[in-house]
T-cell receptor, first 114, second 111 residues
Framework: EPEVTQTPSHQVTQMGQEVILRCVPISNHLYFYWYRQILGQKVEFLVS????????KSEIFDDQFSVERPDGSNFTLKIRSTKLEDSAMYFCASSGRRSSYEQYFGPGTRLTVT | DAKTTQPPSMDCAEGRAANLPCNHSTISGNEYVYWYRQIHSQGPQYIIH???NNETNEMASLIITEDRKSSTLILPHATLRDTAVYYC????????????FGSGTQLTVLP
């Protein structure tokens, strides 16, 4: 069964550094998402992406964040100048046709900012 | 998106049906009810969704009241692997829609 994959599974970085989290969505999917979950808290939406453009973004997704689909398979989240409060699990998700209501989530990348 | 209310935790005996309730009294006519679950900090997993009618798939059944102000997710024969946090989410349909997760219900299936 096709699945969303994410790399790395765990990323440790120092405050102020830039990180790139990578995702490979399901191959025929057209819509891509990033969510995050701070330890012990709710899953929060960050951004959705379709046709090489951001469709929706939350208040969390400020200028520190950017997303890109650099090729036909990868979808990346870049966090510039990381802060301690960026420590969280970051989940990538994808969904298919316009009528698809199901978002398929990856296993997540645990980001630790020290 | 309409707000949902779920009990924080529930237990269920293995092999029995698990019935998870959700209140969404402010749901609007074009909003769907979605259920996802999250097993121990893994990525959330889609379970089922519905608009007005009851729905069933290989994982679960979804019962939506006639006034659409509440719904129940039914896992017909719960197993230990169904222990997870279950989220009831109300959202407009279609792709590229953000999902707004609440606190969910921690379901513990007991042996």
């Amino acid at each position: 069964e096709p699945e969303v994959t994410q790399t790395p599974s765990h990323q440790v970085t120092q405050m102020g550094q830039e990180v790139i989290l990578r995702c490979v969505p399901i191959s025929n999917h057209l819509y891509f998402y990033w969510y995050r979950q701070i330890l012990g808290q709710k899953v929060e939406f960050l951004v959705s992406f379709y046709n090489n453009e951001i469709s929706e973004k939350s208040e969390i997704f400020d200028d520190q964040f950017s997303v890109e689909r650099p090729d036909g398979s990868n979808f990346t989240l870049k966090i510039r100048s990381t802060k301690l409060e960026d420590s969280a699990m970051y989940f990538c998700a994808s969904s298919g046709r316009r009528s698809s209501y199901e978002q398929y989530f990856g296993p997540g990348t645990r980001l630790t900012v020290t | 998106d309409a707000k949902t209310t779920q009990p924080p935790s529930m237990d269920c005996a293995e092999g029995r049906a698990a019935n998870l309730p959700c209140n969404h009294s402010t749901i609007s006519g074009n909003e769907y009810v979605y259920w996802y679950r999250q097993i121990h900090s893994q990525g959330p997993q889609y379970i089922i969704h519905g608009l007005k009618n009851n729905e069933t798939n290989e994982m679960a059944s979804l019962i939506i009241t006639e006034d659409r102000k509440s719904s129940t997710l039914i896992l017909p024969h719960a197993t230990l692997r169904d222990t997870a946090v279950y989220y009831c989410i109300v959202s407009l349909g279609g792709s590229a829609r953000q999902l707004t997760f609440g606190s969910g219900t921690q379901l513990t299936v007991l042996p």
